[in-house]
């Protein structure tokens, strides 16, 4: 101990004029302001519910809900509780955004893409979809998609009547409802084998591509497993399917499956925009691979399309993939305009009715925020791990 | 590539800064901070209502964003309506002039949310009166302005007759309302099916209805007229017969202000009374030198009414010379000398078969 004070100078480590001391001593200081401010902010918010009479438990998650929710893809009715309306809410938001996510990234990168196409007219028209779409605000899209576009078309009475039993009305789109026989069982079986051996054909088409240089068609050979196979043992079994068509009764179709169009501008609006958005990343990221790689490429006698695939895609990957991962997240928190267009979302469902007939708001809000700030967390640590999976690897 | 530069100087400059701090503005920070956290703790949230709407000069009035005949800015963005007049009745009591309210629009999802928070000092919308709202919202209803009941408008071309005949219908409701709750109970009740599409704003669920999204909206009736002025086919839909809830339509104060309680029930009140005494905007000035002890008492001449409540001598006679009775508000604005024409019904006095009945004011 005596060492220690010998070794360091006492009049240095104790005063107040060493900087470093001072630092620490800051550091505390704000770190107990902090956490200060944070416990004042609960104890008041506390004591200002308890003083209005409004309640501060989570009681209300299994009393009854007793409203009904259009759009469910989990069991809910009228005499489920506000805890299981909240899963419908979480999983109708996911199931929105995800599906909008796989939307946007395949039309952002074909029109990223197009947008370097030496087709003038090709590239003009990508050009414009993207300075158009990105510079006109959210909500009006899809408050256009909605209103303009969808309850544009005819009630159900005049419905368009497309082909294979399909309804198109206001309501919705109308698709026939799929029953399963005996034998179904088989069919899909059949399709897993498929899949089964795609992947193994794919790693012995590379090791055969490694030792003899020579390609095999890998494509080809997918897709005939892939719908031969299941297509061969379904007529073998006699054809274990059959469509329930939708019928006009009463007021709507009844029977089938029905894609409601609140849900459509929603999943429209999400992808057409976010797209815009990927396309200039995707652009971008072309863009900055050096030309040279092109050139490089043509020279060893590749294929233009080749040379995309192989060369300048797995580079600009790259660079893509970071601002790609904040336009999925902005995706995913843009999905809460569905309050506007009567989709059933988290924001919806929660934040809005079920917030409204409990009074909870304080739990509900602090609930809502943190399941989008989950479902962020999550899927930035996905992307950041598919982006370490493409990172240079430096040798 | 530039975004990534882009990231790089922000790292930089965040560092930077973050040295120049350490050195110098640390202790301004600090006590900011600090004083914040204690001024949070330390700060009692809630004063007096009445204390703060004559402090502000101003009463606060939480409404619906627009239902004509009951909250509507008119032309001139002058907010008219039945709970318009309401509010203005209260702010005539309280501050000696009509016209001193600020209007907040309020979805009803949002209303209950709004007056908890203290957003605003009172909240007349179309919110019904319910035994939970009273005790699980920390709020609390002051009284009955219109006795309502849930409806359901369809098109003629439906050949509906009933309610009965509604199953399969979609629905569009507003969300956050009785009428959400009350039409699971029914459909449940009668085993009939239905789906609704919801809406936080009034407005988007009357043109949802309007534009053929739904088959039928359901509302209180009263909500019900009143969209029909936003219709571009109105004609062409009818209300169906069956009320299927009761809906007493009402103001909303917060709990434990039972001084404002009071002033938000007996404005109400004395508007009722004013009509069961004959009293009118008109003649309220002669009747001040009435016989009745009754229309004594009512108008501050006989009693201490005015000073029990905290408010002045003259506070009823303001809020009927500048607003009226309760039967000329309703009239004005809803009632037959209004474009939506509604009938008395339940909102007539008690005297002449309806539920309107104000205690003694004794």
Not at chain 1, 119 to 143: C, D, G, H, M, T
Request: with cysteine; aromatic share 8%; glycine share 8%.
């Amino acid at each position: 101990m005596s060492d220690v004070l010998l070794a360091a100078p006492s009049r240095r480590s104790l005063s107040l004029h060493d900087a470093k001391v001072r630092g620490i001593i800051y550091q505390l200081l704000l770190a107990a302001s902090l956490l200060a401010l944070a416990v004042g902010i609960a104890v008041q918010t506390a004591s200002n519910m308890r003083a209005r009479g409004i309640p501060l438990s989570f009681g209300f998650w299994n009393e009854a809900a007793g409203f009904d929710i259009n759009q469910t893809l989990i069991p809910y009715d009228t005499l489920s509780t506000y805890g299981q309306a909240f899963w419908v809410g979480v999983v109708n938001t996911l199931y929105v955004s995800l599906l909008g996510i796989v939307l946007a990234t395949i039309l952002g990168f074909v029109v990223g893409i197009a947008r370097l196409s030496p087709n003038w007219i090709v590239s003009k028209v990508a050009a414009s979809y993207v300075e158009i779409i990105r510079n006109i605000p959210l909500l009006l899209q899809l408050l256009f998609w909605y209103n303009a576009v969808l309850k544009a078309l005819p009630a159900p009475r005049a419905s368009i009547e497309l082909p294979g039993g399909i309804y198109l009305n206001n309501r919705g789109l109308i698709i026939p409802e799929i029953q399963l026989y005996a034998g179904a069982g088989t069919v899909g079986l059949a399709f897993l084998a498929a899949s089964i051996f795609c992947v193994a054909f794919w790693f012995y088409a590379r090791r055969a591509q490694n030792r003899t240089g020579k390609q095999l068609p890998g494509l080809w050979v997918s897709l005939a497993a892939l719908i031969g196979l299941p297509l061969a043992v379904f007529l073998l079994v006699g054809s274990p399917v059959s469509f329930v068509t939708p019928e006009l009764k009463g007021f709507n179709y009844r029977g089938g499956h029905q894609l409601y169009p609140e849900f459509a501008a929603l999943l429209i609006g999400l992808s057409v925009y976010t797209a815009s958005f990927i396309a200039e990343i995707v652009r971008s990221g072309i863009q900055a691979v050096p030309k040279g790689q092109t050139e490089a490429a043509h020279a060893l006698g590749l294929a233009p399309g080749k040379t995309l695939r192989l060369v300048i895609v797995p580079q600009a990957l790259r660079i893509i993939i970071p601002p790609l991962t904040s336009q999925y997240l902005n995706l995913t928190k843009n999905s809460s305009l569905a309050v506007f267009i009567g989709y059933p979302d988290l924001v919806q469902v929660f934040a809005g009715t079920v917030l409204n007939q409990t009074g909870a708001a304080v739990q509900v809000m602090a609930i809502t925020l943190s399941v989008y700030l989950a479902i962020s967390l999550v899927m930035s640590m996905a992307m950041n791990a598919f982006n370490q999976r493409f990172a240079i690897v430096e040798r | 590539m530039t975004r990534m530069n882009l990231t790089n100087n922000e790292a930089c400059a965040t560092l930077v800064l973050h040295k120049k701090i350490r050195g110098t503005k640390m202790q301004a920070i600090l006590k900011g901070l600090v004083g914040a956290a204690v001024g949070l703790v330390v700060s009692n949230a809630s004063a007096a209502t009445i204390e703060n709407v004559r402090k502000n000069g101003v009463l606060t009035c939480g409404t619906n964003s627009a239902t004509a005949g009951f909250s509507l800015p008119d032309n001139e963005g002058k907010w008219t309506g039945f709970v318009v007049d309401y509010c203005r009745a209260v702010a005539a009591a309280v501050l000696g002039d009509a016209q001193k309210v600020r209007f907040i629009p309020l979805t009803p999802k949002d209303r209950f949310t709004a007056l908890q928070s203290g957003e605003i000092d009172i909240l007349a919308h179309n919110a019904t009166w319910t035994s939970s709202r009273d005790t699980s919202l920390g709020i609390l209803f002051a009284g009955t302005y219109f006795y309502d009941g849930q409806g359901f408008m369809v098109r003629k071309a439906e050949n509906v007759g009933s309610a009965k005949d509604l199953d399969g219908a979609s629905i569009c409701v507003t969300q956050g309302t009785t009428t959400e709750l009350n039409l699971a109970d029914y459909f449940r009740s009668h085993s009939m099916t239905f789906s609704t599409v919801g809406f936080a704003d009034e407005e988007a669920v009357v043109k949802a209805y309007d534009e053929g999204r739904c088959d039928v909206l359901s509302a209180d009736t009263s909500t019900l007229n009143a969209s029909r002025q936003r219709m571009a086919k109105a004609d062409d839909s009818i209300v169906l017969p069956e009320l299927i809830s009761k809906e007493p339509l009402g103001p909303a104060v917060r709990q434990g202000d039972d001084h404002w309680l009071n002033v938000a029930k007996w404005t109400l009140l004395v508007m009722v009374a004013a009509e069961e005494l004959g009293v009118t905007q008109q003649n309220v000035d002669e009747m001040k030198s009435s016989d009745n002890p009754n229309i004594r008492r009512l108008l501050g001449a006989e009693g201490s009414l005015g000073k029990d409540l905290g408010l002045g001598d003259t506070w009823s006679v303001d809020v009927i010379k500048q607003v009226g009775n309760y039967g000329e508000v309703f009239d004005r604005n809803i009632g037959k000398a209004s474009p939506l024409k509604m009938e008395r019904g339940l909102n007539a006095l008690w005297s002449e078969g309806g539920l309107q009945y104000a205690p003694p004011i004794r």
